[in-house]
C-alpha cells in the first residue's frame, strides 16, 4: 500500500514541477500574475508531495516493509529507530528522494519569497520568475529520475521474513548527518545557478549576486559542514587512522566547494564594485555542473574507485545534465558577452581586485588539478594508450603547493589596497603578518616540528592567521563588537573563516607531514614503549550486542608515564553480513591523538593493536568548527538595513532569521556533537596500574588479626601484592604457590601480603586456612586500595622494591617462575 | 606594467606551475594501471615498477597471519573497461564469471598488513604495490568494494538466501 502511494507521490510531483515550471514561463511571457500565482502554488504543492513520499518511505522503514525492496536492502528489525529512519537516505534511490524533496523546498522558497532578502526589491523583480522557471524544471528532472530509473517504492516478489541490515559502517552519528547536509550543499548550488541563467536571461547581470548571495553561503556552508562530517567518519570509523583518501568520491563533494568559495569571493567582489561579472555566470554555471558530474562519475563507470563500481542506468542522464547546463550557460554568456564586461578598468596583480582574481585563479586550478587526478586513468589511456592512476601522494603533491599559495593570497590580499599599486600598505599594516609568522615557526619549531617544508608551511599559516586576526582587530576597534554597520557579520564571518581554514591548514600539516604508525604485540601486563607512549595490555573481553559479537582489549594508556586513559579498541563480528569490523579507540590531545586499532586476538592471551599517532589532528577539527561559526556568522542579517533617508521604519523583530539562526546554531552543535568526541572507545572510571619504576601507592591493610599494615612501614623490603577473591578458581590456582614462596623467601627480606577485595572476613579466614596460608591476609572491602592499584580483574599480583617503587605487575595467574624471577632479580641474586 | 599584463602573467603561472606539478608527478608518482592479462603481457619489464592492477578476489585463497601481519589472496582476471563489463551484463556477472572460469589468469598478493574488514570471495580488489621476482604481487595498499552503495548488486550468499533470485537493478 505504502508503495503504490509512494510512486504516485512522486509521480504527481513530477507533473506539478513541470507545470509550477511551465506556468512561470507563460506568467513573464504574458505577464499576468495569476499564472505566476498558480505556478507558486504548483511549486508549493511539489513540496508538499514530495514531503509526504519521503515520510511514507520513513514510515516503510519504521514498519518494517521488506515489500519494498529498498527497505529489505538497508534495514532489519532489530535496528534501533533513529538508524532505522537514517537508512531512508542509506542507498541511491532514497538519496535521489530526499534530493528531489530538497530541490522542491528550495524552488518554492526561491519562488515564493521573491525580493525579501533583495536590497532593492524591484530589480529583483524579473529575476525571480526566471530562476523559479529553472528551478522548478530541475525539480521535475530530479524527481523524473527518482521515479523512473530509480525508484525506491520498487517491490519485490518474494517478502523476506527480515531484511538485510544496516551496513555496521553506516552506523554512526556522523553518517546520519552527512548525506542531509552534501544534499542540501548540492541543491542550495542549483540556486545560484538558477540565478546566474536568469540573469543572462533578462540582462540583469549586475543584480542577481545580491539575490543569491544568501542561497550560496548555505550551500557552501552545508557542503563544508557535510565533507567535514564525512572526513570524521572516516576517522572514527574505518580504522586506517586518516581522515581523507582522495577518493574520486571525495573529490566530487570537494570540486564544488572549491567552486562554490571561489563564486562567494567573486560575489562579494561584484557587489562591492560591479566588477567580476562574467567570472560569477561561470563559476555559479561550473559549480552547478560539478554537482552533477559528482553525482554522474559515481554511477557511470567513468572513475575507477572503490566508490563507483557499479555502472547504473542513470550516467547518461546525468551527462546529458551536465551538457546542457554548461552548455546552455556558455551559449547565453556569449550572447549577452555585452553586459558582461565590467563597468571599470582591470587592475593590477597587487591590488585587492589583483588578488581576488589570483584567489580565484588559485581555486580553480585545484580544481582543476584533482579533476584531472580523478580522471587520470581515462585521460593518460587516452593520450597515450597507458593508464596511469593517481595516488593520495600525486594529490598531495600537486595540490599542497597550490594549496600554500592559496594561503599566501589569504594572508597578503587584506594588506592590499583596493587599486593598484598599492604595496605600499604592506609595509604599513604588514606587522601582525610577520609576527604571526615568526610566532608559529618558533612554535612550531619548539613542539619538535621542524623540517623544512612543514616550517614554510606553518609560517604560510602564521602569516595568513596574524593578518586575518589583525583584521578582525581591525573592525572591532573600528566600529565596536556587534554594530559594525551594514556588512559587519560578513566580515567577522569571513576572516572568521579564514581562521579556521588556517587552523585547518595546520592540522593537515601536523598529519601529513609527520605521519606515525606501527604495529605492536602485547601481552597481558607488561609494558610496551610506543615513542612517548607506554601501553599496557589488562585484559580481553568479547560480548554480544544486538546483531554482533564484540571483542575488545583495555589498554590502558600513559604518556611520560602518567596514566592517561584505558582504551577498548574492538573487533565486531557482524554474521549476517560475514564481516568483522575493527572499531578504533582513541585518545584526543591538542599535540596528537593515540588512535589504537585492534585486529587479532588469541587464545595465548596476546593481542596485536595498529598504533597511528596524529600530530596537529585536532586543529583540524577545530579549524572545522571555527569554519562553521563563521560561515554562520557570515548570514548573520546586517541590523541597520539601507532605509531611504528620513523614513522612520519601526523595525520589526525578524522571526524568519531568528528560526534560521536557531537552526544554524542547532547544526554547530550536532557538528560539534558528531565531528569532536574526545575519546572514542575510552573506558570511563579505570585508573591505571603503577608502572614498573614509580611509586607503588601507599595504603593502611587491616588485617584478618585485627592489626594494621601500613605499606611504608614495609621500607627496606621486597613486598609480594596479592590482589584476590574467594570465589575466583585462578586465584585459589596460585594460593598453593604463593604460600610455597612466601615460606622460601621469607628468611630473605621478602613480604607477601594477600588483599581480599571486596569480600567478607569469614569466607576469607576460611579460605586461607583451607589452604594453610601463613603470609597476612588482609580486607579491601570498598576496593579503596585496588582502585589506585588500577586492578581491572583478579587476581593481579605486584612486586613492589625496597625502595618503595613497583618492580614488577602480573595481571592474571602469575606464574611461579617469574616470580622467582623477580623476587632474585630484586635481592640481587 | 598595465594591470591587465601582470594579471595575465600571473595567471600563466599559476598555470604553467600546475602542468608541471601534473606531468612531473604523473611521470614520478603515478602508476600503471593494469589488469592482471595486461600485467602478463608485460613479462619481466613490470618487475619492481609502481602498479595498480584489479582483479576479483578467490575467497578460498585469503590466508591470514595476524601476528606478522600478513594476508596472501589469489585475484582473477577481470576486464578493466567499463563498456566491456557492461556487455557482459554487469560488475556482479564479470566478478562471478571470473572466480569460476579456471582458464582466467591469476594473480597471487601479498600484502603485509591488518586483513581487510572486506577481503571477501568475488570481491573486487584495486591493488596498489609492485610485482615481485618470484612472480607475486607486493601490495602496498588494498582497496575494496565501499559498502556504501551498490552493494545490493554484488550477489553474496547473503542476499541470495534472504531475498530469493536476485533482480538486476
Known amino acids: ?206 543584480d542577481w549576486p545580491s539575490v543569491a548571495r544568501r542561497w550560496t553561503v548555505v550551500a557552501w556552508l552545508f557542503l563544508g559542514l557535510g565533507i567535514l562530517l564525512g572526513a570524521r567518519w572516516a576517522y572514527d570509523v574505518l580504522g586506517w587512522g586518516g581522515y581523507w583518501g582522495w577518493d574520486p568520491v571525495e573529490n566530487a563533494g570537494l570540486m564544488p566547494w572549491l567552486t562554490a568559495t571561489a563564486l562567494l569571493h567573486g560575489i562579494a567582489m561584484q557587489e562591492q564594485r560591479g566588477g567580476f561579472r562574467a567570472w560569477n555566470i561561470f563559476l555559479a554555471a561550473l559549480s552547478f555542473a560539478l554537482v552533477l558530474f559528482g553525482t554522474f562519475t559515481t554511477r557511470s563507470g567513468l572513475i575507477l574507485s572503490v566508490h563507483a563500481f557499479v555502472r547504473s542506468d542513470l550516467g547518461p542522464y546525468f551527462l546529458a545534465a551536465i551538457f546542457l547546463t554548461l552548455g546552455a550557460s556558455l551559449a547565453l554568456m556569449i550572447s549577452r558577452r555585452s553586459v558582461l564586461v565590467s563597468p571599470y578598468p582591470v ?29 587520470l586513468p581515462t585521460l593518460t589511456q587516452a593520450l597515450s594508450g597507458r593508464r596511469f592512476e593517481a595516488d593520495p601522494a600525486w594529490f598531495d603533491r600537486v595540490t599542497g603547493p597550490q594549496f600554500g599559495a592559496l594561503v599566501l593570497v589569504m594572508g597578503v590580499c587584506p594588506l592590499l589596497a583596493r587599486m593598484a599599486g598599492g604595496l605600499r600598505r604592506v609595509r604599513r599594516r604588514g606587522l601582525p603578518a610577520l609576527l604571526g609568522a615568526v610566532a608559529a615557526v618558533a612554535a ?30 581591525r573592525v572591532v576597534a573600528r566600529r565596536g563588537v556587534g554594530r559594525g554597520g551594514r556588512h559587519s557579520g560578513r566580515r567577522y564571518g569571513g576572516y572568521l573563516v579564514h581562521v579556521g581554514v588556517i587552523l585547518m591548514a595546520v592540522g593537515v600539516i601536523g598529519t601529513r607531514g609527520y605521519p606515525f604508525e606501527t604495529e605492536v604485540e602485547l601481552s597481558p601486563g607488561e609494558p610496551v614503549d610506543v615513542g612517548a607512549y607506554t601501553l599496557v595490555y589488562d585484559e580481553l573481553r568479547q560480548e554480544t550486542a544486538g546483531d554482533h559479537l564484540s571483542t575488545w582489549a583495555a589498554i590502558s594508556v600513559y604518556r611520560d608515564g602518567d596514566y592517561l586513559a584505558t582504551l577498548a579498541p574492538r573487533m565486531n563480528r557482524y554474521p549476517s553480513f560475514d564481516q568483522t569490523f575493527m572499531v578504533p579507540a582513541l585518545r584526543t590531545g591538542l599535540r596528537e591523538d593515540i588512535y589504537l586499532v585492534l585486529f587479532s586476538s588469541s587464545v595465548d592471551r596476546l593481542v596485536n593493536v595498529k598504533v597511528i599517532l596524529n600530530p596537529l589532528i585536532n586543529f583540524l577539527w577545530l579549524g572545522g568548527l571555527v569554519f562553521l561559526a563563521g560561515g554562520l556568522l557570515a548570514l548573520w542579517p546586517s541590523p541597520a538595513r539601507a532605509v531611504p533617508e528620513g523614513v522612520l521604519r519601526r523595525q520589526r523583530w525578524p522571526v ?153 605487575v602480573h595481571v592474571g595467574p602469575v606464574d611461579a617462575a617469574e616470580l622467582r624471577q623477580d623476587l632474585d632479580r630484586l635481592l640481587g641474586r | 606594467m598595465q594591470g591587465k599584463t601582470t594579471l595575465i602573467i600571473a595567471t600563466l603561472l599559476v598555470v604553467a606551475a600546475v602542468v608541471y606539478l601534473i606531468v612531473t608527478s604523473t611521470g614520478n608518482t603515478a602508476r600503471y594501471f593494469l589488469t592482471i592479462d595486461e600485467l602478463r603481457a608485460m613479462g619481466d619489464g613490470a618487475t619492481g615498477r609502481n602498479i595498480t592492477i584489479s582483479g576479483a578476489v578467490l575467497g578460498d585463497t585469503i590466508t591470514y597471519d595476524p601476528a606478522v601481519p600478513r594476508v596472501t589472496f589469489t585475484v582473477v582476471q577481470v576486464p578493466a573497461d567499463p563498456e566491456e563489463v557492461e556487455r557482459a551484463g554487469g560488475l556482479a556477472q564479470v566478478l562471478h564469471a571470473a572466480v569460476t572460469d579456471p582458464n582466467a589468469f591469476r594473480l597471487e598478493v601479498v600484502y603485509a598488513e591488518v586483513k581487510p574488514d572486506l577481503l571477501q570471495h568475488e570481491a573486487q580488489a584495486i591493488v596498489r604495490g609492485q610485482l615481485g621476482s618470484d612472480g607475486r604481487f607486493y601490495a602496498d595498499q588494498v582497496l575494496l568494494k565501499c559498502p556504501s552503495r551498490y552493494e545490493e548488486q554484488i550477489p553474496d550468499q547473503t542476499s541470495r538466501r534472504v531475498i530469493g533470485p536476485a533482480e538486476g537493478s
Request: glycine share 10%; hydrophobic share 50%.
Open chain 1, 444 to 473: 612550531a619549531a619548539l613542539a619538535g616540528f621542524s623540517r623544512p617544508v612543514s616550517l614554510l608551511g606553518f609560517a604560510l599559516a602564521g602569516l595568513a592567521g596574524g593578518t586575518a586576526l589583525a583584521e578582525i582587530g
Open chain 1, 656 to 808: 524568519g532569521t531568528t528560526v534560521a539562526l536557531a537552526a544554524g546554531l542547532l547544526v554547530l552543535v550536532v557538528a560539534t556533537v558528531a565531528m569532536w568526541q574526545p575519546g572514542i572507545g575510552s573506558l570511563i572510571g579505570r585508573a591505571g596500574r603503577p608502572l614498573p619504576g614509580q611509586p607503588a601507592p601507599d595504603f593502611t591493610l587491616d588485617l584478618l588479626d585485627g592489626s594494621n599494615l601500613r605499606l611504608v612501614d614495609l621500607r627496606a623490603q621486597v613486598v609480594v601484592l596479592n590482589f584476590w577473591t574467594t570465589w575466583c578458581p585462578s586465584c585459589a590456582d596460585e594460593l598453593p604457590e604463593l604460600e610455597a614462596l612466601w615460606s622460601e623467601y621469607q628468611a630473605q627480606g621478602v613480604f607477601f601480603v594477600g588483599i581480599a577485595v571486596q569480600e567478607e572476613k569469614v569466607e576469607v579466614r576460611e579460605m586461607g586456612s583451607e589452604f594453610g596460608l601463613t603470609y597476612p591476609l588482609g580486607l579491601d572491602p570498598e576496593g579503596r586500595i585496588a582502585t589506585p592499584y588500577g586492578i581491572t580483574a583478579v587476581p593481579e599480583t605486584f612486586v613492589i622494591d625496597p625502595q618503595g617503587q613497583t618492580a614488577a
Open chain 1, 347 to 375: 587592475q593590477g596583480l597587487f591590488s585587492r581586485d589583483g588578488m581576488f582574481v589570483l584567489t580565484l585563479v588559485l581555486l580553480l586550478s585545484i580544481t582543476a588539478s584533482v579533476f584531472v587526478g580523478s580522471l
Open chain 1, 1 to 206: 500500500m505504502l508503495a503504490e502511494v509512494g510512486s504516485i507521490l512522486v509521480g504527481l510531483a513530477v507533473a506539478t514541477a513541470l507545470y509550477a515550471g511551465g506556468a512561470g514561463f507563460w506568467a513573464i511571457h504574458r505577464s499576468d500574475s495569476r499564472w505566476a500565482k498558480s505556478g507558486r502554488n504548483a511549486a508549493t504543492a511539489t513540496v508538499a508531495l514530495l514531503g509526504v513520499a519521503l515520510t511514507a518511505l520513513l514510515g516503510a522503514f519504521l514498519g518494517d516493509q521488506f515489500g519494498i525492496r529498498y527497505v529489505a536492502h538497508h534495514s532489519s528489525r532489530d535496528l534501533p529507530a533513529h538508524l532505522k529512519a537514517s537508512a531512508v537516505w542509506a542507498g541511491q534511490e532514497g538519496s535521489l528522494l530526499l534530493w528531489s524533496f530538497l530541490q522542491a523546498l528550495f524552488s518554492a522558497l526561491v519562488v515564493t519569497r521573491p525580493s525579501k532578502r533583495a536590497h532593492s526589491p524591484e530589480r529583483a523583480f524579473h529575476l525571480v520568475p526566471w530562476a523559479g522557471v529553472v528551478l522548478n524544471l530541475l525539480t521535475a528532472f530530479f524527481a523524473a529520475v527518482t521515479l523512473l530509473l530509480s525508484n525506491p517504492f520498487a517491490r519485490q516478489v518474494t517478502i523476506p521474513p527480515d531484511g538485510q541490515g544496516l551496513n555496521p559502517l553506516l552506523r554512526h552519528p556522523g553518517m546520519i548527518f552527512h548525506p542531509p547536509a552534501m544534499y542540501l550543499g548540492y541543491v542550495g548550488l542549483a540556486v545560484p545557478f538558477a540565478f546566474a541563467i536568469a540573469a543572462l536571461i533578462t540582462r540583469q547581470v549586475g
